[in-house]
């Protein structure tokens, strides 16, 4: 059965970086695609962007500029980094298995990351 | 505003059914991208429905069925339980943005 599960800080200030790690169990990290998507308060679905072992990260276009993926087979684990984080930036993060053009399965629990001085 | 459009909430009284629709574009679902669909519980962690239109995972009720036709896909659900209760959410990829999309999410009331 395979887990994943965040970690990472709860509250960031404004203009400062998130840094988020998903921690994968029960599957080899190389073997799969692994993305984030976070869900804002009241609001929908965000795809934020999605990670290979072998292949370039693909990022959504409107945090493109902010964002960086990366994957880590010796732990197991891929990580989020965003930049110059607002208010708006406040929601919960998922990490997730599977890449941009196919179903996201399985979900981690969520982490709640509140952009707040 | 979500790329794909998802009504805002749907209701149905215990028994009966509802339809959830999602309607997309010539970039996404107009392009053959596939739709997948997700539940998402209050409380809980998004839970995959549907995927590649038509297809359910193991452990998911043949209660839950979908379709897609051109830039439209639906989403049925019969023989409604309390349980049922929840947001759904459609997903495709977007040529256009070369990305994945959602809808903005569908309130089921039973």
């Known amino acids: 059965q395979v887990q994943l599960q965040e970690s990472g800080p709860g509250q960031v200030k404004p203009s400062e970086t998130l840094s988020l790690t998903c921690t994968v169990s029960?599957?080899?990290?190389?073997?799969?695609?692994w993305s984030w998507i976070r869900q804002a308060p009241g609001e929908g679905l965000e795809w934020i962007g999605t990670?290979?072992?072998?292949?370039?990260?693909n990022y959504n276009v409107s945090l493109k500029s902010r964002v960086i993926m990366s994957v880590d087979t010796s732990n197991n684990q891929f990580s989020l980094k965003m930049t110059s984080l607002t208010t708006a930036d406040t929601a919960v993060y998922y990490c997730?298995?599977?890449?941009?053009?196919?179903?996201?399965?399985?979900w981690g629990q969520g982490t709640l990351v509140t952009v707040s001085s | 505003q979500s790329v794909l459009t998802q009504p805002p909430s749907v209701s149905g009284a215990p028994g009966q059914g509802v339809t959830i629709s999602c309607t997309g574009s010539?970039?996404?679902?107009?392009?053959?991208?596939?739709v997948h669909w997700y539940q998402h519980l209050p409380g809980s962690v998004p839970k995959l429905l549907i995927f590649n239109n038509i297809n359910r995972p193991s452990g998911v009720p043949d209660r839950f069925s979908a379709s897609k036709s051109g830039t439209a896909a639906s989403l049925v659900i019969t023989g409604l339980q309390p349980e049922d209760e929840a947001d759904y959410f459609c997903?495709?990829?977007?040529?256009?943005?070369?990305?994945?999309?959602f809808g903005g999410g569908t309130k089921l009331t039973v």
């Open positions: 010539r970039s996404n679902l107009g392009a053959n991208s596939d």
């Open positions: 997730v298995r599977g890449g941009q053009r196919s179903w996201f399965d399985p």
């Open positions: 997903q495709s990829y977007d040529t256009g943005l070369s990305g994945s999309v």
């Open positions: 990670s290979h072992s072998t292949e370039s990260a």
């Open positions: 029960g599957a080899s990290i190389g073997t799969y695609y």
